[in-house]
């Protein structure tokens, strides 16, 4: 039986605790921010060409590195000559950040569907296994869920998604991940939904089977109550909340 009492019990920090104390998100700081206030952290995950797996959100450097490089396309030597702007940091590896929290809190993972997604995932899944703690994968992609199904399926596994308003994928598969028609396959333990789309017929009719539903992000106090009140539990971000 997997016990996921701590995902709706616990309060926890989107990236790290970012967005404040000037801190930047997925780095070391931001990490044991979250650590000395008891927040469970959830991280990103991408893998390098080399296979490992760092702890980073974007599939490129651009954004927090200033350099326009896919991580896909770099090994974990070339990756370590870049520092995170604002701060003295490389990117880490999921492992170093394993060592780092080592069971302080629980962790929320996800893994982004970029790269060698079947290696991604059993990278993740074989580092885990040295990690008997409270722990949670999640992805938007449902194939990477049902891997962990038929590869893992002690891990607890979660399915995001919202309602891309934004994306430039297809209408059918939007529409497909939208209402999460691949649940049926996958069998998430848990539904991770974009808070701005929510409530919404698809969530809810998950929620009446008992399905497990947090919410991403809440980025103020009234939002998180709201969430908390209404569904599970919710990912927040940019502010200290009030317990």
Same mark, same amino acid.
């Given at each position: 039986?997997?016990?996921?009492?701590?995902?709706?019990?616990?309060?926890?920090?989107?990236?790290?605790?970012?967005?404040?104390?000037? =801190?930047?998100?997925?780095?070391? $700081?931001?990490?044991? /921010? /979250?650590?000395?206030?008891? !927040?469970?952290?959830?991280?990103?995950?991408?893998?390098?060409?080399?296979?490992?797996?760092?702890?980073?959100?974007? %599939?490129?450097?651009?954004r927090l590195c200033g350099v326009d490089l896919a991580? #896909?396309?770099?090994? @974990? *030597?070339?990756?370590?000559?870049?520092?995170?702007?604002?701060?003295?940091?490389?990117?880490?590896?999921?492992?170093?950040? =394993? #060592? =780092?929290?080592?069971?302080?809190?629980?962790? =929320?993972?996800?893994?982004?569907?970029?790269?060698?997604? %079947?290696?991604? /995932?059993?990278?993740?899944?074989?580092?885990?296994k040295n990690y008997p703690y409270e722990v949670a994968?999640?992805?938007?992609?449902? &194939?990477?869920?049902?891997?962990?199904?038929?590869?893992?399926?002690?891990?607890?596994?979660?399915? @995001? &998604?919202?309602?891309?308003? *934004? &994306?430039?994928?297809?209408?059918?598969?939007?529409? +497909?991940?939208? #209402?999460?028609?691949?649940?049926?396959?996958?069998?998430?333990?848990?539904?991770?939904?974009?808070?701005?789309?929510?409530?919404?017929? !698809?969530?809810?009719?998950?929620?009446?089977?008992?399905?497990?539903?947090? $919410?991403? +992000?809440?980025?103020?106090?009234? /939002?998180?109550?709201? $969430?908390?009140? +209404?569904?599970?539990? +919710?990912?927040?971000?940019?502010?200290?909340? #009030?317990?």
């Open positions: 039986m997997k016990n996921m009492t701590w995902l709706k019990e616990t309060y926890i920090t989107h990236r790290g605790l970012h967005g404040v104390y000037q =801190l930047v998100e997925n780095t070391k $700081a931001s990490f044991l /921010a /979250a650590i000395s206030r008891g !927040y469970g952290i959830e991280l990103d995950t991408n893998i390098l060409k080399d296979g490992t797996v760092v702890v980073f959100h974007d %599939k490129n450097l651009k991580l #896909k396309d770099l090994t @974990i *030597d070339e990756i370590k000559s870049y520092k995170i702007m604002g701060t003295d940091e490389q990117i880490t590896t999921l492992e170093e950040i =394993l #060592k =780092l929290v080592n069971g302080k809190v629980p962790l =929320l993972i996800e893994i982004k569907p970029f790269g060698n997604k %079947k290696r991604h /995932a059993k990278t993740v899944s074989e580092l885990l994968i999640q992805s938007y992609d449902p &194939s990477i869920v049902r891997w962990f199904k038929k590869n893992d399926p002690q891990q607890i596994r979660g399915q @995001i &998604s919202e309602y891309f308003r *934004d &994306s430039t994928m297809n209408k059918p598969t939007i529409w +497909a991940l939208k #209402k999460m028609i691949f649940n049926r396959f996958t069998q998430p333990d848990f539904i991770n939904y974009r808070l701005e789309d929510l409530p919404n017929p !698809y969530v809810q009719k998950a929620k009446n089977r008992g399905v497990l539903i947090l $919410a991403y +992000a809440a980025r103020n106090q009234k /939002a998180l109550d709201y $969430a908390r009140k +209404a569904f599970d539990n +919710a990912v927040f971000e940019n502010f200290i909340p #009030k317990k």
